[in-house]
């Protein structure tokens, strides 16, 4: 299975200090990666250097042929910001557009049927004109997750997505992401959600101390001795 992206023996310096040491992996068409890591564990800024926000002090980040980082459809955290945003939920989607269209100044029948596409893949199509403030955590999720996927048909990089929802919402949107990588799109997620994220995920990244402590398998894992159980 060809790799989207390979990290080979990354570092990262922040003011001086490196926090991260020599991390490498790697993501294959349809892959499912989620990376662990308690606060200041270099999480933050691993997905800053993945979006090319941040240069690596040392190492290599390779894409494959005809995949260039500016396709990685990209969920942040959400801040108050997002959730107070004062537009539709349509408008909020096709936005995710904007990378793909270079300097053409209004949308066309392309990123419309994208919009609509993954609004109906998440189920929100009659959402479309709601405004996006007023919905649901776990329903701005989704359309911020619409919009992430009309940025790509190959990489998601979602940051903390079910931090702030409930039991309820958190289980709906890890269905929805499900969906998506079964449909071949590869997932790169970072979670604080160690129990949940494990029964969805192909692929284990944890990091500590600066350093890449575990790669691997779910599976293997689940067998080393700082899993808590």
């Known amino acids: 299975m060809n790799n989207l992206l390979t990290v080979k023996n990354v570092s990262i310096t922040y003011e001086g200090k490196e926090v991260i040491g020599g991390v490498s992996f790697n993501v294959a068409q349809g892959d499912f990666l989620v990376i662990f890591g308690e606060n200041?564990?270099?999480?933050?800024?691993?997905?800053?250097?993945?979006?090319?926000?941040?240069?690596?002090s040392k190492g290599e980040i390779a894409f494959a042929e005809g995949f260039n980082r500016w396709e990685i459809g990209y969920l942040p955290q959400t801040t108050a910001h997002q959730n107070d945003f004062p537009a539709s939920a349509w408008e909020v989607v096709i936005s995710g557009c904007l990378n793909q269209m270079g300097h053409r100044p209004f949308y066309g029948k392309k990123e419309k049927e994208a919009a609509k596409k993954n609004m109906e893949l998440l189920s929100i199509y009659n959402l479309k004109n709601e405004c996006f403030r007023n919905l649901s955590g776990g329903q701005k999720q989704r359309v911020l997750l619409a919009r992430a996927l009309c940025a790509t048909g190959k990489l998601l990089l979602l940051d903390e997505p079910v931090a702030g929802l409930d039991n309820a919402a958190a289980a709906d949107f890890y269905e929805a992401i499900c969906k998506i990588n079964s449909s071949g799109v590869a997932v790169v997620m970072v979670s604080?959600?160690?129990?949940?994220?494990?029964?969805?995920?192909?692929?284990?990244?944890?990091?500590?101390n600066g350093n890449e402590l575990f790669y691997g398998t779910p599976i293997d894992y689940e067998r080393e001795e700082f899993f808590e159980k």
């Open 40 to 56: 200041g564990s270099g999480k933050s800024s691993l997905v800053k250097v993945l979006l090319g926000l941040k240069a690596p």
């Open 192 to 208: 604080h959600d160690i129990h949940t994220s494990l029964s969805v995920a192909k692929h284990v990244l944890k990091l500590g």
